[in-house]
């Protein structure tokens, strides 16, 4: 019978093995017939890696050698909401295949050359600053790009009332379906029909 393979406390890179675990409940034991190993990395963050991901990879390619916090160009911020609003904006405007992509780039709606590229994110942050907590991204000017000036962080009650009528909205408003009151419980004006 083989031996047990022991690999807590060794270093794989940034990582150290703390203790074997399954992959799903994330308790000691054994999962599947594969080894899980919870491993800490130097910058904090625990992360559960199937056996051969630390082995495997790491003996022919060194790939598994961090949680994620050292990839190339990285901001450390991969996990954060204002990443999330940052990579939700790319994919609505850039993304053809994104569901929302027609009410965004397919309209025209681009961003700014400074929030693409290799240090995108990082300007972006320096631009906008962290998502503060109950707030996601939202451009003041609703036909506008994403680009400074024109995007901020707001609520989602600040964003119901900057948005632009949708062809069904105003066809409601044509035929007496939505009533002076309705909007303004939204925080708009019926728009004028001309």
Known sequence: MAQKLQLVGRRFGRLTVVQECHPKLGVP???????????????GRKRVIKNGK???????LGLTQHCGCR??????MSYTGTYKSYQSMKSRCLNPNNPGY?????RG??????????????????????????????????????????????TPKEQN?????SPAYIARVAANEIEAAECADRGTELPVLI
């Open 29 to 43: 034991g054994r999962g599947a017939g594969y080894s899980y190993w919870r491993c800490r990395c130097e910058c």
């Open 54 to 60: 630390l082995l495997v990879e790491h003996a022919k």
């Open 71 to 76: 990839l190339p160009g990285t901001h450390r």
């Open 102 to 106: 027609d009410n965004w780039g397919g």
């Open 109 to 154: 709606i681009i961003i700014c050359g400074r929030w693409l590229g290799e240090n995108g994110f990082v300007n972006f942050l320096v631009d906008l600053g962290v998502r503060p907590k109950g707030k996601t991204l939202d451009r003041i000017d609703p036909n506008g790009n994403y680009e400074p000036g024109n995007v901020r962080w707001a």
């Open 161 to 165: 009332h900057n948005r632009r009528c």
